[in-house]
């Protein structure tokens, strides 16, 4: 295990005014999530979205071009350092709410970023450990996707039985 500044694994960008793009297919990510679509990109490579301002335990990761708001920042990761599927789950379980730098709305500034001790095993890990981790949460969003699509006439077996015995 190595530790690194977060600096040293990745650049963090600001987001742009996202009322100029026009519509498309794009992903425009606001701190909350997708806002909309756009018809062009931001930045196109693998990027750990993070919260600028709002809900700052809300990171996102992005493998497909996208678009971010300024509200949330991007990231250029240095992949000869750190997988960024793996950067991404390890920042998820951090507690970075405690680095709030907002006397009002919640916020976060590059060096609050930029600061954090990030402790890594070698590259050869992070990317066995992220192929599982990214196996099991594309199992999870299939069966989400299921289970969003039964009809609402199925109940569940506990409300079935229920009606059967009343």
Do not use: C
Not at 113 to 120: R, S
Not at 140 to 149: E, G, M, W
């Amino acid at each position: 295990m190595r530790e690194y500044l977060l600096k040293v694994l990745l650049k963090i960008k600001n987001g742009k005014d996202h009322k100029r793009v026009g519509d498309g297919d794009i992903p425009i990510y606001g701190s909350g999530g997708i806002m909309r679509y756009g018809n062009h990109s931001l930045y196109e490579k693998e990027s750990v979205l993070l919260p600028r301002k709002g809900t700052l335990n809300n990171i996102q990761f992005s493998d497909k071009p996208f678009w971010t708001v300024d509200t949330l920042y991007y990231t250029e990761i240095n992949t000869t350092l750190v997988e960024p599927y793996f950067l991404y789950n390890y920042l998820k379980i951090l507690n970075l709410e405690k680095l709030n730098t907002g006397t009002g709305v919640p916020s976060m500034t590059f060096d609050s970023y930029y600061n954090l001790k990030i402790l890594l095993p070698d590259l050869e890990t992070q990317k066995k450990i992220a192929d599982i981790i990214k196996n099991i949460d594309n199992k999870i969003a299939v069966n989400t996707s299921i289970n969003d699509n039964l009809p609402n006439s199925y109940l569940p077996i506990h409300q079935y039985w229920q009606k059967k015995v009343a």
